[in-house]
């Protein structure tokens, strides 16, 4: 991984979201049907918030998704506004890899949106720049799979 690329190299695009004024219930859903950690909170396209698993579970006093509880009634009557994360970093997609690995080194951040002309075009998690170090292949793979006679 060229840690001078941009990240738009290694971002997610294919998003799913939630409106400030969305119910619990459905980020609930979101989370139960989907394996990622971050759900990007947006209105007209434009980020205001994100809330991560955690901040769900925290939220719901320990709920684990998938659980059978019935929380339906407080879920319902809540909003997604309620417990995202406001005032959340941000990338453009020409910001290069080392400048997200900066921010989550120096941050308790997971995740970084990523904004072109402050619309939401995608997002990079820790786990994405793991993936992209994962399957980079060796220029010269001798060099990394040494004879061990």
């Known amino acids: 991984m060229n840690a001078y690329a941009p990240v738009s190299k290694i971002m997610v695009t294919d998003l799913v979201t939630v409106n400030p004024e969305d119910s619990l219930l459905k980020v609930k859903q979101i989370f139960e049907q989907h394996t990622f950690h971050h759900l990007p909170v947006v209105r007209f396209k434009k980020i205001v918030g994100i809330i991560s698993k955690t901040d769900f579970e925290h939220y719901t006093g320990g709920l684990r998704v998938g659980v059978e509880t019935d ?68 220029k010269d793979p001798s060099l990394v799979y040494q004879n061990l006679d």
């Not at 989550?104 to 939401?120: G, Q, R």
């Open 71 to 138: 929380h339906t009634e407080m879920l319902g009557s809540s909003k997604a506004e309620d417990i995202m994360t406001k005032g959340v970093g941000k990338l453009e997609p020409d910001d290069r890899i080392n400048v997200a690995l900066e921010i989550f080194s120096k941050n308790w951040f997971h995740a970084l949106p990523v904004v072109e002309n402050d619309i939401l075009v995608g997002i990079v998690t820790t786990q994405d720049v793991i993936k992209a170090i994962l399957n980079e292949k060796p």
